[in-house]
């Protein structure tokens, strides 16, 4: 595990960005699949990507959505977020958009096998120590690939749709995710973590027991993981991890 602690929000954007365009690159001479994140997060990173990739040519690079919400309005809720923070600023293509939805989900990860395999999954921290739609308190273990998770799990995670559906009349009963055993087959992964809210999970996530019920956790056994944390969320860290 690589952990880069950044000043600030500003920093960790930026960072964030050479991270990502350094794997959109190889787009020039080879198939890339990257799969991002939407949310508050990324918006400072996507806002230095953008006015880059509006001015190359990647054919090559494909864009896969981690998880959705296949709102009841008929609507999107992961891809039409997307859409709106990464895909029309950046000027992407139809073509390179890669759909992950309710009714392909029992047979994606064998798709993205046949794909060559997700080169960069990158993600952000969920309050819970959720990644992807991998809820605290979804998952009995680890060997789940791509699934189905229920709404109603708890009240928390009904408000959080509601927020990302526009309303709870928009909720879904279920929504779909990449699992755990989706996510640790992709050659690298990036986390994102701001803000002292997160300082908690991220110590959890860093330093806890790896256990489902911090479904993060399991990301720091991957290969070749890199963690970034502005000041904020990394200031409950050991000094050992920090510098470790």
Same mark, same amino acid.
């Given at each position: $595990? ?13 960072? /964030?960005?050479?991270? *990502?365009? /350094?794997?959109?690159? &190889? ?5 890339? @699949? ?12 996507y806002e230095y990507v953008s006015p880059l ?8 690079? !494909?864009?896969? @959505? %981690?998880?959705?919400?296949? $709102? =009841? @309005? ?6 039409? #977020? *997307? ?12 073509? &390179?958009?890669?759909? %992950? ?8 990860? &064998? ?12 993600m952000g921290l969920g309050g819970d120590g !959720? ?6 308190? #979804? ?7 791509? !699934? ?9 995670? $009904? ?8 309303? #709870?009349? @928009?909720?879904?009963? &279920? %929504? ?11 050659? =690298? ?15 959890? /996530? ?22 970034? /944390? ?7 860290? =050991?000094?050992?991890?920090? !510098?470790?």
């Amino acid at each position: $595990m690589k952990l880069n602690i950044v000043e600030n929000y500003g920093e960790l954007s930026r960072l /964030a960005a050479l991270q *990502l365009l /350094a794997v959109l690159a &190889q787009g020039c001479e080879k198939r890339v @699949n990257v799969s991002i994140t939407g949310g508050a997060t990324p918006a400072g990173a996507y806002e230095y990507v953008s006015p880059l990739l509006r001015g190359l040519e990647l054919p090559n690079v !494909h864009y896969y @959505n %981690f998880d959705e919400i296949p $709102m =009841k @309005n008929g609507g999107k809720a992961t891809l039409d #977020s *997307l859409r709106e923070l990464f895909f029309e600023p950046c000027g992407i293509r139809e073509v &390179q958009i890669e759909t %992950f939805d309710e009714h392909n989900y029992r047979t994606y990860d &064998q798709k993205l096998r046949a794909d060559g395999g997700l080169d960069l999954v990158l993600m952000g921290l969920g309050g819970d120590g !959720h990644f992807c739609g991998n809820i605290a308190g #979804s998952l009995a273990d680890f060997g789940v690939g791509c !699934h189905t998770v229920d709404s109603d799990l708890n009240e928390w995670l $009904m408000g959080l749709l509601a927020d990302a559906c526009g309303g #709870s009349e @928009n909720v879904p009963d &279920q %929504f779909v995710t990449f699992g755990p055993a989706t996510v640790m087959e992709a050659k =690298k992964l990036i986390l994102i973590v701001s803000g002292e809210k997160k300082a908690e999970i991220l110590k959890k /996530a860093l330093e806890g027991p790896v256990t489902p019920e911090v479904p993060a956790s399991v990301l720091r056994l991957h290969p070749d993981i890199t963690v970034i /944390a502005d000041r904020a969320a990394a200031s409950r860290l =050991k000094e050992e991890t920090i !510098h470790g």
